[in-house]
């Protein structure tokens, strides 16, 4: 099922509102905090190794509104150095506004097509009629309104409270982290949507993850792309570097040998959205993504969406992944 996106334009000022509303409320969070925007750097932050092979040689690529943002020499992982403590960044996504929720009505069509190709994806290795899932930061619950149609048994976590109040009206929904769900039932697959590259810890919640998995359980992670084409070329401009939220950015060699380390065999690897008409809309020097002049650029066709998949370029990553 291919991801439609012939009209980027149209797709980035849908989100325009709730991307406001973000930005306001990142605002109102730092100044709350007495945090310099510029830099972040004060009693609610902490300076960290790599999170994968946690190594301390890095070299930094940019800081982006306050977030400073480095690359591994190790492992090629790029990550916020530093982030904000724990306690902190929980805060921030409990008092969150409902902007998932929000960017799911105003692009319904587009996140169903990512679900609907996620699930597609996912049903190659695992069948989801009566099958127990948990989808974790399920927002409003629109991915487990779909996946419910399959005739699974759907549950999710999500912390932001307003969305958690939209999703718990019709599928069992957790207002807390993995490791302190009050729950008995193990899952045949545990979902994760645009979410693990907000976990600062990915091997204590991925061993909290496997403790609520049956015994061959499948993890499906969605995941932005730090070695995708839009971000090596659009670099601190590309969506991918949120200064608060996206403290690790994968790519593949970084996740392989996060996997290889945690256990957990990878089954399949796939590269979905090209960003090639935000790429192209930048290499002819307008805004990338709110420009007036989306168009088909013929001095840019030599990039072209089969070459940015078949390459493992595209901005996001959808993995699989069976937990040993």
């Given at each position: 099922m291919a991801i439609k996106e012939t009209n980027p334009k149209r797709l980035h000022i849908l989100r325009q509102v709730s991307s406001n509303k973000m930005i306001r409320y990142r605002e109102s969070f730092l100044q709350g905090h007495k945090i310099n925007v510029e830099k972040f750097k004060n009693h609610l932050t902490k300076k960290r190794a790599c999170p994968v092979c946690n190594k301390k040689n890095y070299k930094k690529i940019f800081t982006k509104k306050g977030g400073t943002f480095v690359k591994?020499?190790?492992?090629?992982?790029?990550?916020?150095?530093?982030?904000?403590?724990?306690?902190h960044l929980i805060k921030y996504y409990k008092n969150n506004t409902d902007i998932q929720s929000e960017a799911h009505i105003r692009s319904k069509k587009f996140y169903k097509d990512i679900y609907q190709d996620g699930i597609k994806f996912i049903q190659k290795k695992i069948k989801l009629n009566k099958k127990k899932i948990l989808d974790i930061g399920c927002s409003s619950g629109l991915f487990l309104d779909i996946v419910k149609q399959y005739g699974a048994y759907t549950y999710g976590i999500e912390l932001n409270s307003s969305e958690y109040k939209i999703a718990k009206k019709k599928h069992?929904?957790?207002?807390?982290?993995?490791d302190k769900?009050?729950?008995?039932?193990?899952?045949?697959?545990i979902t994760l949507?645009?979410?693990?590259?907000?976990?600062?810890?990915?091997?204590?919640?991925?061993?909290?993850?496997?403790?609520?998995?049956?015994?061959?359980?499948?993890?499906?992670?969605?995941?932005?792309?730090?070695?995708?084409?839009?971000?090596?070329i659009l670099?601190?401009?590309?969506?991918?570097?949120d200064p608060i939220e996206h403290v690790n950015l994968y790519n593949i060699n970084s996740f392989k040998i996060l996997a290889k380390k945690l256990r957990i065999k990878i089954l399949n690897i796939k590269s979905i959205i090209s960003e090639i008409m935000v790429i192209k809309n930048y290499l002819e020097y307008n805004e990338p993504y709110f420009s007036e002049n989306f168009k088909t650029y013929k001095d840019s066709n030599f990039i072209n969406?089969?070459?940015?998949?078949?390459?493992?370029?595209?901005?996001?990553?959808?993995?699989i992944a069976r937990a040993n």
């Open positions: 591994c020499n190790e492992c090629t992982m790029v990550y916020l150095n530093p982030i904000f403590k724990d306690k069992k929904i957790f207002n807390t982290t993995i769900i009050d729950i008995e039932e193990k899952f045949d697959l949507w645009d979410v693990f590259e907000h976990i600062p810890e990915p091997y204590s919640f991925i061993k909290n993850i496997r403790k609520k998995l049956r015994k061959n359980g499948i993890i499906f992670f969605q995941i932005p792309n730090s070695n995708s084409l839009a971000a090596k670099r601190k401009e590309c969506n991918v570097f969406e089969k070459n940015i998949h078949n390459n493992f370029l595209g901005y996001k990553l959808q993995i």
